[in-house]
């Protein structure tokens, strides 16, 4: 009987090995995007759906809303030491819009002490005044009083926050901040985009590219709100959030998480170099 020599092969053989080889190969391929996946968890599905916010391309009004500053560093209420950090998520350099008649607003605020805001129509008395208590830091909500007339398409709005220094005397209030504000018509190309997606993310970046800043921040602030430790929410949050100029709000949350210690979530309080950092289980303010 022939001796069959250890390297030789048939055709066959050698077709089926490495047809094997390529199986195998995108088995492990396969096997290691999905190990990535799941070490990542939700991240890279929130990089695929990140918000890419186009501003309005409307005129200007002739009534603006000033230089754009969206945020008071360093305020104090008078001879206090309290440095505190307000902002609010308004898009820096033009007006944002809003397909909601009673939108929800939204500051950032790292005081102990209550904000106002005032909301109105541009150069008119505000429909309303509304104080919000903070007693740590963190986004504040502000929703649109149900008791007050719906917003209307063609108007200007304002709206304006600033910290309460003296609850009985509003002109010593500090950080005045203002943004201006319209509501336009839901197109049927919005609705018909909204229509294909639920995912949170997903929604968010459908109203980002209809240039609809509030609802876009809203529909991910408000989950937040439930979720303060979703790192996917938050990380396209401040995507968002820089995107309209708000770089400062986002790096000084970074940077009241790395001096209190409090990774993932807002520590209770802007505690001083001598306090000890309390970092809370759970809290609807993130």
């Known amino acids: 009987m022939p001796r069959l020599h250890p390297f030789r092969f048939s055709t066959n053989t050698f077709l089926t090995s490495v047809a094997a080889l390529i199986a195998l190969q ?23 759906q990140r918000a890419k916010y186009n501003p309005p391309n ?28 307000l902002s609010m998520l308004a898009p820096v350099g033009h007006t ?11 500051a950032y605020f790292t005081g102990k002490r209550p904000i106002e805001m005032r909301f109105g129509e541009v150069g008119k008395k505000p429909l309303f005044i509304q ?19 719906e917003l209307q398409t063609g108007k200007t709005y304002q709206w304006s926050v ?32 909204l229509a294909k997606v639920e995912a949170v993310p997903e929604r968010s970046a459908v109203y980002a590219d209809a240039g609809l800043w509030y609802d876009a921040v809203d529909t991910l602030a408000g989950p937040l ?53 309390r970092c809370p289980q759970s809290q609807l303010r993130y």
Request: hydrophobic share 30%.
């Open 131 to 149: 104080r919000v208590e903070s007693s740590e830091s963190g986004f504040i909500p502000l929703p649109y009083p149900s008791d007050q007339p």
């Open 58 to 85: 409307r005129p200007t009004p002739i009534r603006t809303d000033g230089t754009g500053v969206r945020s008071s560093p360093g305020v104090k209420c008078g001879s206090s030491s309290e440095s505190m950090f």
């Open 96 to 106: 944002g819009e809003t397909v909601n008649p009673r939108p929800t607003l939204y």
């Open 26 to 48: 995108s088995f492990v391929n396969s096997g290691t995007v999905q190990q990535s996946l799941l070490l990542e968890g939700s991240q890279p599905a929130i990089a695929a």
């Open 162 to 193: 600033e910290v309460v220094c003296n609850p009985k005397k509003s002109f010593e209030n500090v950080g005045l901040i203002k943004a201006n504000l319209q509501r336009v018509e839901a197109s049927k190309k919005l609705e018909n985009a």
């Open 225 to 277: 709100l439930d979720q303060p430790k979703n790192k996917a929410l938050k990380t396209a949050l401040f995507d968002l959030l820089e995107q309209g100029g708000l770089k400062k709000t986002v790096e000084q949350d970074r940077k009241v998480k790395r001096a209190t210690g409090c990774h993932g979530e807002m520590p209770i309080g802007t505690p001083r170099t001598d306090e000890k950092v």
